[in-house]
């Protein structure tokens, strides 16, 4: 088990974040142990034969190994909430080289037969990496990319969630039920059950929560990069991301309660949306979805706060409970 120690100060250094790498490395451990992340079978069968038409070599021996450590410097901690894939590549590019060398070889300890592409960082980290570079690039473009719109939503609808719990019952509400596997007693978060206990303090860092479609039933434990501290968790539904069951649509009751139209912006609003991105959802004219809007809102069913020049609406939680967690 591992205990992140938390002094009074540091929930407020809590943030959460959609992190491209983080579904890159999750997907990969996902890619390659089937009887673990049995949920992704749909999406093994689509990606498998583009990426081995791809030959992507050295990311298969870094990232994806069945067994094993993946890098660290391939992880790092998001500086925003909405990294691209490019920002953090630019991140993991500027680590020292002797680190990179390093960190892959010890991936590959104990391994007597260690493949070409992999020898090839302790002579010539340089080029080793700007190849894996390229190959990541590449896996996110197959493997990632057609599916990142609904990844990146269920990260939307999970930090949606905790932000609108912080609001209604305190700043704890940010990291209380996050998974079966942590618990919280206000001083410590704790990771997994039994065994020795290994304690990790924040030491002044903030603590990054990243939900990632790919984390499946696991938590990805902390991340220590020089960037800050990580934590990798499914958001909540994630099951329904790959069995056809994510739900966009209002459902019938929800549609008989509120008019079809109402419904419609109630479910939308698992996830904060501008007036403007309402009526641009929903084909209607900004007037109309700036009614449908006041009238949810004075209902209890939505609030309004502001993010820079926009307004955006988000359900409460009295919003999320007729909603059914729709989104």
Known sequence: MIRLAFAPADLAGVRFA???????????????????????????????????????ETFLAVVARRQGWVPDFLSPVPATARPLLRDELAMIAQTPLDQVAWEVAYAWRGVPDVPPVIARFERDPAGGLAVLLREIRRYFELALAPYWPRLRAAAEAEIAHRARAATEHGPRALIRDLHPSLSWDETALRIGHGGGEVDFGLDGHGLALLPSGFAGPKVFTVTETAQGRALWYPPRGYGALWDGTARSEPTAALAALLGPTRAAVLTLLAVPHSTGEVAAALGLAAATASHHLTT??????????????????????????LGGGAG
Do not use: C, N
């Not at 490395?25 to 081995?52: E, G």
């Not at 939505?302 to 919003?319: D, F, M």
């Open 18 to 56: 959609h992190s491209p790498m983080a579904e890159v490395i999750a997907s990969s451990v996902a890619l390659t142990k089937p009887d673990q992340f049995w949920m992704y079978a749909s999406w093994r069968a689509q990606v498998r034969p583009v990426l081995a038409a791809a030959r992507l």
């Open 296 to 321: 949810l809102r004075d209902a209890g069913l939505i609030a309004g706060s502001r993010v820079g020049r926009k307004l955006e609406y988000l359900r409460t939680g009295l919003g999320e409970q």
